[in-house]
């Protein structure tokens, strides 16, 4: 997709839930649960209450977003338009494709947020500045 991607892309979705009397279980298998291999999961936790994260674009990577506990507001842009999405249960997920401009913005103390790419890190697949990245959408 890349920088093709618009918002529209982007997909809000729920893993499978397994509940008894125990407790809830959220089971995930890889390429089954997935849109895409996994090549690499990340944590990103002590987040200060309020402030964000993210604020960069992908070339090539796609990543699912997994609030793990709790709530973070994504909000995802292309050139035309943001469409913001709250995740604040671990059965939410989602789904932003490369060519997504995202920021997180952290609601809540002791927040945690699971990333899950199908592209090991790269650093030149990160668009960290939106005039660089309005350019890019427009090539």
């Known amino acids: 997709m890349s920088s093709k991607s618009t918002v529209d892309n982007v997909l809000l979705f729920s893993f499978r839930r397994c509940w008894d ?3 809830t279980l959220i089971p995930i298998t890889a390429n089954e649960d997935f849109p895409f291999s996994i090549a690499r999961v990340f944590i990103v936790y002590n987040v200060p209450e309020g402030d964000d994260r993210g604020n960069h674009a992908h070339r090539k990577c796609s990543q699912v977003l997994q609030c793990l506990s709790g709530t973070i507001k994504v ?3 292309d050139k035309d338009k943001t469409i913001s999405y709250t995740l604040d249960e671990p059965a939410k997920a989602l789904l ?9 913005i952290y609601y809540e103390k002791n927040t945690i947020l699971q990333c ?3 592209r090991k890190y790269e650093e030149e697949d990160y668009i960290r500045d939106m005039s660089i990245y309005k350019a890019w959408k427009n090539d």
């Open 75 to 77: 909000a995802c842009t």
């Open 21 to 23: 009397g125990r407790g």
């Open 96 to 104: 932003i494709p490369p060519g997504i401009w995202a920021q997180q």
């Open 116 to 118: 899950y790419c199908d």
